[in-house]
């Protein structure tokens, strides 16, 4: 078992696939194993993996809990893919070296400027990276009931009025006339709108504004796309 040499774009690139659907080196809380593999790496990985970064991060902001968190520190080759040796030089719990450095720094320990620099880069990769994700746009599909005042009000009018509405994030659907009694017809429309942009109070509004052909406005049905 391994990540091969975690000072190496290999070794990183193993570790990054080990984490592609696990939080943690093992287990669902942080430990002790993470600790280990923590320690191995030598600097922050880069923004192009971003599952090992999205660790290194995590882990990293437990630097003045580390020794409380849960398990044993063990051998690199304890951890990892079975099919990969570590060849990183040395498990993190064997090694004399090791405990005497302190990869997660202290506040009195000052970082090199190189390391500094390196790891300020490589953040606003991974921030940027992050910023050209296109935001989610949540919406919502409406069936809207409108209402005539009576049988002779010319419902062909009253949904030319209802689809003249416009708006940004609006977008008109389907519609058909049903039979509501008394030889009324109401109509029902289908819309899609944008959650942030365009919400049932202004529909109404707009909608029972054409009051010569409008009596009211309800809401059938409302679902989240």
């Given amino acids: 078992m391994g990540f091969g ?7 990183l690139q193993v570790l990054n696939d080990y984490l592609a659907d696990k939080s943690y080196i093992e287990g669902f809380v942080p430990s002790q194993a993470d600790v280990a593999v923590f320690e191995a790496v030598s600097c922050p990985p880069p923004a192009d993996l971003c599952h090992v970064l999205r660790w290194y991060n995590h882990i990293k902001s437990y630097e003045k809990e580390k020794a409380s968190l849960p398990g044993v ?12 040796e570590d060849s990183t030089g040395g498990g993190a719990a064997d090694s004399k070296d090791d405990d005497d450095i302190d990869l997660f720094g202290s506040d ?18 991974y921030e940027s990276k992050k910023a050209k994700k296109p935001a989610l746009v949540a919406k919502s599909s409406i069936l809207l009931d409108v209402k005539p005042w009576d049988d002779e009000t010319d419902m062909v009018k009253l949904e030319e009025c209802v689809r003249s509405i416009q708006a940004d994030g ?4 389907s519609s058909k006339l049903v039979p509501v009694g008394y030889g009324i017809k109401k109509l029902q429309i289908q819309c899609v709108v944008e959650d942030d942009k365009v919400g049932t109070d202004m529909l109404e509004e707009q909608i029972t504004a054409f009051e010569d052909y409008v009596q009211s406005m309800d809401v059938a049905a409302f679902n989240k796309i």
């Fill in 5 to 11: 040499d975690l000072r190496s774009p290999a070794g």
């Fill in 73 to 84: 520190k063990k051998a690199l080759g304890k951890y990892g893919p079975a099919n990969v």
């Fill in 108 to 125: 009195d320990e000052e970082e090199s400027e190189e390391a500094k620099r390196l790891r300020e880069e490589r953040l606003a990769q």
């Fill in 170 to 173: 609006l977008v008109w659907g």
